[in-house]
């Protein structure tokens, strides 16, 4: 990374967009000790400050950088892998003319187990290395990254990005989920990052029985570790959780040679079948949160938690659409996660807002889909008292984008939700110094 200037700096731009205010046209941010001093326009500013030393960026916008609040970045890789394991035994599922949507998403995860399951070690790390970098070209500033292989750890440690790594726990095995927590701990006497911290994962419910899903959140609540969980995100899901019946039931434990046994909520959908036991708490993430009801969301609401939208991955797997306009309106917290590349084409959460832009159709004004990307994402990871904004008091911490017609600035935030891989990220700031 770039030290910082130690004097005064005033970064100029075309257009400032703080999240929390109006865009600000011939804007200029003052930073000082690597932290927003004040925003506002250029001319301003700089007859306050003739002693600051100016950046100019010209014809570009400034804004925070983006939160990517759930990713497999470990996954990276996953197009090659798969495009090299023998085609018969391991090709992608196949969508049959009229699909069954459960059966879809299952022979999903067990292709996706199959390839992960002959890379080795070094790969994954190589893996997890190149998402970490592609992360930041996209401008991502903080992940929430679904971390498995505890042993490649180190690809963290020369990373500048902020946000949380949540170590993965799934099983139906009690004495098989204590030895994961037990190792996990270990991990857990120090960051896995300059400026990341852990959290952990619980697969899901229905790859935890309720014992070991127990186990977890009660590991999570004696380390005060931040839980991320897939939640509700297939018809599959629901269907086993309230019967124990269906396609996970019949391929899913069948292929890992689980017992089916009491995990069954009749009556209960996935999101109260969680919350009934109080599992999930508040500052935990539900990430998909598709196949939900008007009880379920309030449900969500009151526990605090925030909702990871991740539509590209959605559409990938044909489990449905997040109710997007009822989160909003029930005040429930929204982000967006990239999900891996087993689902998803990229890691840009840029990509991630244009295709949700067009997809959810309305249902969310563009200043929505900017705060998700940016300050809603930074709340979810618990880093919002430092960045996902542009203010006063908040570390340095933004991303510098062009576009190839730069619009006027009413239509400058619908342009930059729409544009996609349109935006091109010039410069990433983390805490005062380029990334």
């Not at 229905?206 to 127990?214: H, I």
């Not at 890992?256 to 009749?266: H, Y």
Request: charged content about 20%; some cysteine.
């Amino acid at each position: 990374m770039t030290a910082s200037p130690r004097r005064p700096t005033l970064y100029r731009c075309r257009f400032l967009l703080p999240i929390t205010a109006p865009p600000i046209e011939d804007g200029a941010m003052l930073v000082e000790a690597d932290r927003v001093n004040l925003v506002g326009t250029y001319n301003e500013l700089a007859a306050a400050h003739p002693e600051a030393v100016v950046v100019d960026f010209g014809e570009s916008i400034l804004l925070p950088p983006m939160v990517n609040a759930h990713t497999h970045l470990e996954l990276s890789h996953f197009a090659d892998w798969a495009a090299a394991a023998k085609p018969k035994t391991l090709q992608a599922p196949k969508t049959p003319q009229a699909p069954d949507v459960s059966q879809k998403f299952v022979d999903w995860i067990l292709w996706l187990v199959r390839v992960r399951r002959n890379i080795g070690e070094v790969e994954l790390q190589a893996s997890l290395a190149d998402g970490l970098r592609k992360s930041l070209s996209a401008g991502t500033g903080a992940v929430g990254d679904i971390f498995t292989t505890l042993s490649a750890v180190n690809a963290y440690q020369s990373s500048p990005l902020r946000g949380r790594i949540f170590a993965e726990v799934l099983g139906q095995d009690p004495s098989v989920v204590g030895d994961r927590l037990a190792a996990i701990g270990a991990l857990c006497l120090h960051p896995p990052g300059a400026d990341l911290n852990w959290g952990l994962s619980p697969h899901a419910p229905y790859t935890l029985s309720p014992a070991t899903m127990n186990q977890v959140f009660a590991f999570a609540d004696l380390k005060s570790l931040q839980c991320s969980i897939h939640l509700a995100e297939s018809k599959a899901e629901t269907d086993f959780m309230q019967n124990g019946t269906g396609m996970i039931a019949d391929k899913l434990f069948a292929a890992a040679r689980w017992k089916l046994s009491a995990n069954a909520a009749p009556g209960c959908s996935p999101v109260s079948a969680l919350c009934r036991q109080g599992r999930l708490r508040p500052g935990d993430l539900a990430v998909h949160g598709v196949q939900v009801d008007a009880a379920d969301i309030e449900q969500l609401k009151q526990t605090g938690c925030s909702v990871v939208l991740c539509p590209r991955s959605n559409a990938t797997l044909d489990v449905g659409k997040a109710p997007v306009a009822t989160y909003l309106n029930a005040g429930v917290p929204l982000a967006l996660g990239t999900d891996s590349l087993a689902s998803s084409s990229s890691l840009s959460v840029w990509d991630e807002m244009a295709f949700a832009m067009d997809w959810f159709a309305g249902e969310a004004e563009p200043c929505d889909w900017l705060e998700m990307a940016t300050l809603g994402g930074a709340k979810a990871l618990g880093i919002h008292d430092r960045m996902g904004q542009l203010a006063t008091g908040y570390e340095a911490s933004f991303q510098v984008v062009t576009l190839a017609d730069m619009p006027v600035v009413d239509e400058l935030e619908e342009t930059l939700c729409t544009s996609g891989r349109d935006v091109e990220v010039t410069h990433l700031y983390l805490g005062g110094c380029q990334a």
